[in-house]
């Protein structure tokens, strides 16, 4: 058993390692790195990553790449004889903590019950799982055409509807198929048949990643298209899930292999982010009125590449983006696309920024740390930062999988009824066969505290998304009779309590 201050490490399933943290053990004690000390304005698409000179063991190897650090020592997998899944009804937290009543044990996580019994702490975590609803398919097979995924996140968007439901938005890899939506009631009914985006360009077609977020009144969707020299294209979504009569092309120049668009919104305008891998490679991003008017388009924040999210704070936009394996990077811009401050680097290593949200005073980041090889461990961090994303403290150990089991396109949402946020990710079953599938868990913040996992789908695929809903969550995945060949989308409902 691996013991930390108030929470331990477990093998679930045989697979899957759980970090069950009131107050975890925390990963790293670095504080964070402000890069680049030039600050405000947009940056010249030329210029090269802005961490490379500011990072000596990035330099380029005289091919124009860059090279990474190594990456930080794994904590090793838990004893032999720590398997079982994670401990429910019953299990002592804090083992070993005397009490004499009640209210020693409270550990201060909403969703748990803490008695005294027989002079040790004991806590109930029932109150902190979901319970899972049937699926239902709301976009038949054959209409979806198997969209990729291959850019860092999934051809698959959700947000709420209002007053209650959902709009789903997918992407499709066909010539002459644009992206679809799809609007979905309160019961995980879909209304009506999918309808298709309008394309930007003429036969837009092989979409990688579509994201949808909440935009004014209804919502905005952003995709990347293949088509001719390769753009990315966006347009608003009205509540109903209605398509618009035309959408925008958001890029000026040919985007040559463009991670998935982020998207956030203020009051007044729409932000989309996307990372280019193209030469020179860049973060950059389009302004969009909430009407979908473009305001501008193409403006380079630096070179960072990866895939991330976006949000608005109070005065500004904020994105995190992974950066190739060397840490999630933090960059501020303001309404008008220039950059605000230095881009700051979290301590750490990154392949999937899964999730950040704006709490009103600080921002909560999320993202997924590859093992460190030969053997290791994947895993969910999560990290409070200040409004300029600098760290406050130590980022902790969420969620941890076996080495041969990989984490990937995790979602981190927060649902604000709640009071809390849902996670799910995949499990890729490894050829012992051990695991697999996608996975649910209700998440507690201050302190961090993970639920037990709950299975949504037992065969793995990269297409899943989530959003909050009245009473919990809805996510979304691709499904297959048959493996690789005409998916439907399925949506499942999840109730908290």
Partial sequence: MVQTRRGRVHTWAGAVALLIACDSAAIGSDAGTTLAPEAGGPLDSGQRDLDADADPDRRDAGDGAITPP????????????????????????????????????????????????????????????????????VVPAGEVHVASSSRGAPPLGIVPRAPEGFIVAFAREVSGFPPGVVSVDGDGAAIGAAASLPPAVPG??????????????????????????????????????????????????????????AIAASDAEIAVVWADEGTPSALYVALVELDGRVRSADLSLGGIAGNGRVVWTTDRFVAAFDNRLLG????????????????????????????????????????????????????????????????????ERLLETDG???????????????????????????????????????????????????LV???????????????????AWRDYEVCCVDPSVQLALLTCE
């Fill in 204 to 261: 837009e077609g092989l979409q990688g990643p579509i994201t949808l977020e909440l935009a004014g009144a209804g919502a905005y969707a952003a995709w990347y298209s293949a088509s001719g020299s390769g753009s990315v294209s966006g347009a608003p979504v009205a509540a109903d899930g209605t398509a618009p009569a035309t959408s925008a092309r958001l890029t000026l120049r040919p985007s040559a292999f463009p991670y998935a668009p």
């Fill in 404 to 454: 041969d089991v990989p984490l990937a396109n995790v979602s981190v949402e927060w649902n604000e009824e709640l009071g809390a946020y849902g996670v799910v990710w995949v499990a890729r079953a490894p050829a012992s066969g051990r695991g697999g599938g996608v996975f649910f868990a209700r998440l507690e913040a201050d302190p961090w505290f993970l639920g037990d996992p709950l």
């Fill in 70 to 137: 190594p990456p930080p020592a794994d904590v090793g997998p838990p004893p032999p004889g720590d398997v079982g899944p994670p401990p429910r009804d019953g299990d002592t937290s804090d083992a070993g903590t005397a009490c004499t009543a009640d209210i020693g044990c409270d550990d201060g996580i909403v969703c748990t019950q803490e008695r005294c019994e027989g002079g040790a702490c004991v806590r109930d975590t029932s109150g902190c799982t979901c319970s899972l609803g049937a699926s239902r398919t």
């Fill in 457 to 475: 789908h037992d065969v793995y695929d990269h297409a899943l998304v989530l959003a909050p809903s009245r009473t919990g969550f809805a996510v």
């Fill in 328 to 395: 999630p990077r933090v960059v501020s811009f303001g309404r008008d696309g220039r950059r605000i401050g230095d881009v700051v680097a979290v301590p750490g290593s990154s392949i999937e920024i899964a999730g950040l949200r704006w709490t009103g005073a600080d921002l909560h980041l999320f993202w997924v740390e590859p093992p460190s090889p030969p053997l290791g461990r994947w895993r969910l961090l999560g990290a409070v930062l200040d409004p300029s994303g600098a760290p406050r403290g130590d980022a």
